[in-house]
């Protein structure tokens, strides 16, 4: 029979997953694990994308910002303006207290989406396309860095420590929020996930050369590690370069602020110094197809996300991978890696992902916005502290991992110490050299951060990812034994993870607020209420906790399926109860809700006594603002209303709003009725006869 005739023997397995049912592979496989984990996350994510609103201050702040750009078809300058009227309605004109990362990519959302610049007023309050558009890009860059931080431990230790690491990195309660939330935080740690991964990936496996396509002179790089550079490249680099240079001739901006002096000698500064950044961009791309190792082209990422990091949140992201890799090159001596790593050409990358854009703006925004900006946003808060409740000593941070991290806090302690334990190994372990740099990456992670004098909770998330892979390095290397072999080890670990999930649940169910506080940087007086009850943490843990219990003298598969099963519990109704419960009182979007299903056509929106960045966000800056009290303001804005059949509406904290009434009209006063009230914020509705 002719060979092209003959069927085709469908019970050859041509997949891992053709000679089993396909449950069983999800079961019985590492990357069926690592699906079924994703999934949970994913879908979680999703079906509670808009039962929890946009919590102030940061999300409605930068959902604003990234707004702002798609409504002033402007991604250069950024923009903040509270309001269209009241004596601080315009308090402030600009942005410059974050690089522009963040926004470009909320914007873009919001504009695949048609989020933003409906006519309908009531946009960002009822449809859940907003929450989703506005929460997107932050979600795909969490989810990126844990992939990234997975796919690192499967490649160099083992597939068993990939799908642990990621699941992991992932169920952590705070890397958790910061994913699902729109901050800035992620858009720089999933950078800083990648150039380190990218570095361990370089130089902690055997190099190799670049495939390559043609012959001689005319050969390019055609292979995965150069094609995934040559794809960042163009998207980090060339991309932003090209938007940032078109706005200079762009005929829209040129009508906007064609007759302000400085803002014209700005845009003609910025159409001209951008070329060298083009200059730069041939010749990183010709240096770049003489490539002829792996090592190089994943250098090159490695430049490319330390630039972005930069445009993501600052100076942070790029200080902790430069130390990173510094206190690796000092551990291992492996001082010609600085040769072979291409430092110039990476210099050259990254100034052409972090640079244009910083540049651009102190062209057109001058030195006011970079002292702002560098000096205020950056610097400052490492050496003076920026608010007087965000400073702490280490074991503010210590504490913060307790929740950042748990249930899987119990264990990171016990594989931290391992960790450092494997600097006395031998090499050939599987797995060792990556336990050695997470280590390294760990210290110098928690070095940077409390080291910085201006402390929050959420500065602890870039030590979240070297934790997780601490984590999972070590319970892989355990996983295949029984706890007989070391049974006191066994037994202390699991005591001590024991008791350290129990102390952190017990002072989370003290103060339930303490969960909400991860993200936000208002500890105390109101903000101290209105959270939601944590003591379900007991039921999701307790998988976790039997876990432990196993560990000592059952099977470790077994426990290790229970301790991913607790992690997976615990992230679920993190984001799926805790965070919707707890956005009734850090979101004003039920308060905003019932504002736009009440008002008149001609009603009137105004913050009294009040700025917490929401009101501006869900009105879309249609709103009369009022920071202070100024009665004289009010009475102004009393009297316009007045005769016209016109409904004010205040929004204020719930500590102000029975001060509101003494400060209008006598005639107005016994009108005032409080419409909408929870832990921290009232509506007011105030007709005006």
Same mark, same amino acid.
């Given at each position: 029979?002719?060979?092209?005739?003959?069927p085709?023997?469908?019970?050859?397995?041509?997949?891992?997953?053709?000679?089993?049912?396909?449950?069983?592979?999800?079961?019985?496989?590492?990357?069926?694990?690592?699906?079924?984990?994703?999934?949970?996350?994913?879908?979680?994510?999703?079906?509670?994308?808009?039962?929890?609103?946009?919590?102030?201050?940061?999300?409605?702040?930068?959902?604003?910002?990234?707004?702002q750009?798609?409504?002033?078809?402007?991604?250069?300058?950024?923009?903040?303006?509270?309001?269209?009227?009241?004596?601080?309605?315009?308090?402030?004109?600009?942005?410059?207290?974050?690089?522009?990362?963040?926004?470009?990519?909320?914007?873009?959302?919001?504009?695949?989406?048609?989020?933003?610049?409906?006519?309908?007023?009531?946009?960002?309050?009822?449809?859940?396309?907003?929450?989703?558009?506005?929460?997107?890009?932050?979600?795909?860059?969490?989810?990126?860095?844990?992939?990234?931080?997975?796919?690192?431990?499967?490649?160099?230790?083992?597939?068993?420590?990939?799908v642990?690491?990621?699941?992991?990195?992932?169920?952590?309660?705070?890397?958790?929020?910061v994913?699902?939330?729109?901050?800035?935080?992620?858009?720089f740690?999933?950078?800083?996930?990648?150039?380190?991964?990218?570095?361990?990936?370089?130089?902690?496996?055997?190099?190799?050369?670049?495939?390559?396509?043609?012959?001689?002179?005319?050969?390019?790089?055609?292979?995965?590690?150069?094609?995934?550079?040559?794809v960042?490249?163009?998207?980090?680099?060339v991309?932003?370069?090209?938007?940032?240079?078109?706005?200079?001739?762009?005929?829209?901006?040129?009508?906007?602020?064609?007759?302000?002096?400085?803002?014209?000698?700005?845009?003609?500064?910025i159409?001209?110094?951008?070329?060298?950044?083009?200059?730069?961009?041939?010749?990183?791309?010709?240096?770049?197809?003489?490539?002829?190792? #792996?090592?190089? *082209? %994943?250098?090159?990422? /490695?430049? $490319? &996300? =330390?630039?972005?990091?930069?445009?993501? @949140?600052?100076?942070?992201?790029?200080?902790?991978?430069?130390?990173?890799?510094?206190?690796?090159?000092?551990h291992?001596?492996?001082?010609?890696?600085?040769?072979?790593?291409?430092?110039?050409?990476?210099?050259?990358?990254?100034?052409?992902?972090?640079?244009?854009?910083?540049?651009?703006?102190?062209?057109?925004?001058?030195?006011?916005?970079?002292?702002?900006?560098?000096?205020?946003?950056n610097?400052?808060?490492?050496?003076?502290?920026?608010?007087?409740q965000?400073?702490?000593?280490?074991?503010?941070?210590?504490?913060?991992?307790?929740?950042?991290?748990?249930?899987?806090?119990?264990?990171?302690?016990?594989?931290?110490?391992?960790?450092?334990?494997?600097?006395?190994?031998?090499?050939?372990?599987?797995g060792?050299?990556?336990? #050695?740099?997470? *280590? %390294?990456?760990?210290? /110098?992670? $928690? &070095? =940077?951060i409390?080291?910085?004098?201006? @402390?929050?909770?959420?500065?602890?998330?870039?030590v979240?990812?070297?934790?997780?892979?601490?984590?999972?390095?070590?319970?892989?290397?355990?996983?295949?034994?029984?706890?007989?072999?070391?049974?006191?080890?066994?037994?202390?670990?699991?005591?001590?993870?024991?008791?350290?999930?129990?102390?952190?649940?017990?002072?989370?169910?003290?103060?339930?607020?303490?969960?909400?506080?991860?993200?936000?940087?208002?500890?105390?007086?109101?903000?101290?209420?209105?959270?939601?009850?944590?003591?379900?943490?007991?039921?999701?843990?307790?998988?976790?906790?039997?876990?432990?219990?196993?560990?000592?003298?059952?099977?470790?598969?077994?426990?290790?399926?229970?301790?991913?099963?607790?992690?997976?519990?615990?992230?679920?109704?993190?984001?799926?109860?805790?965070?919707?419960?707890?956005?009734?009182?850090?979101?004003?979007?039920?308060a905003?809700?019932?504002?736009?299903?009440?008002?008149?056509?001609q009603?009137?929106?105004?913050?009294?006594?009040?700025?917490?960045?929401?009101?501006?966000?869900?009105?879309?800056?249609?709103?009369?603002?009022?920071?202070?009290?100024?009665?004289?303001?009010?009475?102004?804005?009393?009297?316009?209303?007045?005769?016209r059949?016109?409904?004010?509406?205040?929004?204020?904290?719930?500590?102000?709003?029975?001060?509101?009434?003494?400060?209008?009209?006598?005639?107005?006063?016994?009108?005032?009725?409080?419409?909408?009230?929870?832990?921290?914020?009232?509506?007011?509705?105030?007709?005006?006869?």
């Open positions: 029979m002719d060979a092209a005739a003959q085709s023997n469908s019970s050859t397995p041509s997949s891992p997953m053709a000679s089993r049912p396909w449950w069983r592979w999800l079961l019985e496989t590492p990357a069926g694990w690592a699906v079924l984990v994703a999934l949970s996350v994913v879908v979680v994510d999703l079906a509670t994308i808009a039962m929890a609103g946009p919590w102030d201050p940061w999300e409605t702040h930068y959902g604003e910002v990234a707004r750009i798609v409504v002033r078809h402007d991604p250069v300058d950024l923009w903040w303006q509270p309001g269209n009227g009241g004596p601080h309605g315009e308090a402030e004109k600009s942005f410059a207290s974050k690089p522009a990362l963040p926004f470009w990519l909320m914007a873009l959302s919001m504009r695949v989406f048609g989020v933003g610049t409906a006519p309908d007023p009531a946009e960002l309050v009822h449809s859940p396309v907003a929450e989703l558009a506005l929460r997107l890009p932050s979600m795909l860059a969490g989810y990126a860095a844990a992939l990234v931080l997975g796919a690192t431990a499967w490649r160099l230790a083992s597939p068993r420590a990939g642990l690491t990621g699941a992991i990195v992932a169920t952590m309660p705070q890397f958790a929020i994913t699902r939330q729109a901050l800035t935080d992620m858009f740690v999933a950078p800083v996930v990648a150039a380190c991964c990218g570095w361990a990936l370089a130089w902690l496996q055997p190099d190799r050369e670049l495939r390559r396509r043609g012959h001689g002179w005319r050969s390019v790089p055609w292979d995965r590690a150069w094609l995934a550079y040559l960042v490249f163009v998207l980090a680099a991309v932003p370069l090209a938007v940032i240079h078109q706005h200079a001739f762009d005929p829209y901006v040129w009508r906007a602020v064609g007759k302000v002096p400085r803002r014209v000698q700005g845009l003609q500064d159409q001209r110094q951008m070329w060298i950044y083009w200059a730069i961009v041939a010749a990183v791309l010709l240096r770049s197809l003489r490539w002829q190792r #792996r090592s190089q *082209a %994943l250098m090159g990422l /490695v430049y $490319l &996300f =330390a630039g972005l990091s930069l445009l993501g @949140k600052g100076l942070i992201g790029p200080g902790i991978i430069g130390l990173v890799i510094l206190v690796h090159l000092l291992t001596g492996r001082w010609e890696l600085l040769r072979r790593c291409g430092l110039p050409t990476g210099i050259a990358i990254f100034v052409l992902v972090g640079f244009p854009w910083h540049h651009a703006m102190a062209l057109y925004r001058g030195e006011r916005w970079v002292n702002e900006l560098i000096m205020d946003n610097l400052r808060r490492f050496s003076t502290g920026e608010q007087k965000a400073v702490g000593g280490f074991t503010f941070y210590l504490e913060t991992l307790g929740l950042a991290a748990l249930p899987w806090s119990a264990i990171v302690p016990v594989a931290g110490v391992v960790g450092l334990r494997a600097f006395a190994q031998p090499d050939g372990k599987p060792v050299t990556l336990q #050695r740099f997470a *280590a %390294l990456w760990l210290v /110098v992670a $928690l &070095f =940077a409390t080291y910085s004098t201006t @402390k929050y909770y959420h500065y602890i998330l870039p979240l990812p070297p934790a997780a892979l601490v984590t999972g390095l070590w319970l892989d290397a355990n996983a295949d034994e029984r706890g007989t072999k070391h049974s006191w080890v066994g037994w202390a670990t699991g005591g001590l993870g024991l008791a350290l999930v129990a102390v952190v649940i017990r002072d989370a169910m003290h103060q339930p607020a303490w969960l909400a506080h991860l993200t936000t940087y208002l500890y105390t007086g109101m903000w101290t209420e209105g959270a939601p009850p944590v003591t379900m943490l007991l039921a999701t843990c307790a998988p976790f906790a039997i876990g432990l219990l196993l560990w000592p003298w059952a099977p470790r598969k077994l426990a290790l399926v229970s301790l991913v099963l607790g992690g997976v519990l615990t992230r679920a109704w993190v984001i799926a109860d805790y965070v919707p419960g707890a956005s009734e009182s850090w979101s004003q979007r039920s905003m809700r019932v504002y736009f299903d009440n008002r008149g056509p009603d009137r929106l105004m913050s009294w006594w009040f700025y917490y960045r929401g009101e501006t966000y869900f009105s879309k800056a249609n709103i009369w603002v009022m920071k202070e009290v100024d009665r004289a303001a009010l009475t102004e804005l009393v009297e316009e209303a007045r005769g059949g016109i409904t004010l509406w205040a929004i204020t904290t719930v500590q102000h709003a029975n001060r509101l009434a003494p400060q209008l009209p006598q005639d107005v006063r016994g009108g005032v009725e409080r419409v909408y009230e929870n832990f921290h914020y009232a509506l007011l509705k105030v007709p005006v006869p």
